[in-house]
C-alpha cells in the first residue's frame, strides 16, 4: 500500500491561512488524494480529494505537485473550529476503504 | 441534512460480555464500514459491507461479527468482551453518487470494565 508522511502537528493563527503538506513518494497512477479530518469528539469528516489537477471546493483547496508525489491542502482563512486531525490519504480506484496514517494535529491560535 | 446514525452513543461493559452496536447509514447508502479507534490512536478498519453482503475485512477480531439488514443498517456484534475493546466505533455510508466520499457518524463509545 502506498504510504503519506505527515507533520506530526502544525500551529497557525486564527484567520490566516494555512498549509499542510503531504508527502507520498511511492503514489501510484491511479491513486486519488483524500484528505479527512477529525475534530475533537467527532467522527472524521471528509474535505476533499483529488488526483491530478488541483481542487477547491467550500472547505479547502488541494494543490499536487506536477510529479504527485506531494500535496498540500489549504485552508485560506483558518478559524478556531478548525482546530482538528487532518489526514492525508491514498485510496486506488475500487479500494473503498480508508486506510488513516497518523495525520497531522492542527492547533489554532486565537 | 440527514447524516449516519449510530446507537447507542455510549456503552459501557464488563470483560466477558457481549454488546451490539447499531448503524444506520444515509437514506439511500448502500454501503456501510465499521472503524475502530483506540485511546490516542487513528481509525483502523475492521469490515464493510455493500448490498447487504461483506465486500471487505480488516483486523476484524473473531469475537466479532457484523452484518447489515434489507434496511442498510448494519450491526457490529463483540463477543467475550476485552479491556482492550474499549474504543470510539465509527461507522460510514456512502452511495453510487457520493464519488467515493464516505460520512461518518458520531461514534459509539465502548468501555469495557
Known amino acids: 500500500d502506498a504510504k503519506t508522511t505527515q507533520p506530526n502537528s502544525m500551529e497557525s493563527n486564527e484567520e490566516e491561512p494555512v498549509h499542510l503538506p503531504c508527502n507520498h513518494s511511492t503514489i501510484s497512477g491511479t491513486d486519488y488524494i483524500h484528505w479527512y479530518r477529525q475534530l475533537p469528539s467527532q467522527g472524521p469528516e471528509y474535505v476533499i480529494h483529488?488526483?491530478?489537477s488541483n481542487v477547491n471546493n467550500r472547505m479547502a483547496s488541494l494543490a499536487i505537485a506536477e510529479d504527485r508525489k506531494s500535496s498540500t491542502l489549504i485552508l485560506h482563512r483558518a478559524t478556531l473550529r478548525d482546530a482538528a486531525v487532518y489526514y492525508c490519504?491514498?485510496?486506488?480506484?475500487?479500494?473503498?476503504?480508508?486506510?488513516f496514517g497518523k495525520g497531522t494535529r492542527l492547533h489554532i491560535l486565537p | 441534512a440527514a447524516g449516519v446514525i449510530q446507537s447507542p452513543r455510549h456503552l459501557i461493559k464488563e470483560k466477558r460480555e457481549t454488546a451490539t452496536l447499531k448503524c444506520y447509514p444515509i437514506p439511500r447508502h448502500d454501503t456501510v464500514y465499521w472503524y475502530q479507534q483506540g485511546p490516542g490512536q487513528d481509525p483502523q478498519f475492521l469490515i464493510s459491507?455493500?448490498?447487504?453482503?461483506?465486500?471487505d475485512k480488516g483486523s476484524i477480531p473473531d469475537r466479532f461479527s457484523a452484518q447489515q439488514f434489507s434496511d442498510y443498517h448494519s450491526e457490529l456484534n463483540m463477543s467475550s468482551l476485552e479491556l482492550g475493546d474499549s474504543a470510539l466505533y465509527f461507522c460510514a455510508s456512502t452511495g453510487l453518487a457520493e464519488a467515493d466520499t464516505q460520512y461518518f457518524g458520531p461514534g459509539t463509545r465502548l468501555t469495557v470494565l
Open positions: 459491507f455493500y448490498e447487504k453482503m461483506q465486500s
Open positions: 490519504i491514498l485510496r486506488d480506484v475500487g479500494d473503498d476503504k480508508i486506510i
Open positions: 483529488g488526483l491530478t
